[in-house]
């Protein structure tokens, strides 16, 4: 069983920046991958971000070239640092865990409100 707790979310004025992190359970050195995904009202649910246990990033173009992704395994947080930000950011944003096992686990998101 892996817990995923986001936080960081906030109200920002067009062009900012935040800073989420999402702290695990467990030890991340034994998730496969960990992504971040965002859910805007009336939307589906969307991938942003994704990090290999490798550490290679890959973004969608949502938010490429805006948002940046890590993970620190020795604290066992992943964070995506978003600059530039434009309203159509405002969502909530997930934190997404798939094992090495192939289970999958959700946090339970963190609102991140982008004003004009």
């Known amino acids: 069983q892996v817990q995923l707790v986001e936080s960081g979310g906030r109200l920002v004025q067009a062009g900012g920046s935040v800073r989420l992190s999402c702290a695990a359970s467990?030890?991340?050195?034994?998730?496969?991958?960990l992504d971040w995904y965002r859910q805007a009202p009336g939307k589906q649910r969307e991938l942003v971000a994704i990090?290999?246990?490798?550490?290679?990033?890959h973004y969608t173009d949502s938010m490429k070239g805006r948002c940046t992704i890590s993970r620190d395994n020795a604290k066992n947080i992943l964070v995506l640092q978003m600059n530039s930000l434009k309203p159509e950011d405002t969502a909530v944003y997930y934190c997404?865990?798939?094992?090495?096992?192939?289970?999958?686990?959700w946090g339970q998101g963190t609102q991140v409100t982008v004003s004009s």
């Open positions: 997404h865990a798939t094992t090495l096992g192939g289970m999958s686990y």
């Open positions: 467990v030890s991340i050195d034994r998730i496969k991958d």
């Open positions: 990090i290999t246990t490798g550490g290679i990033p």
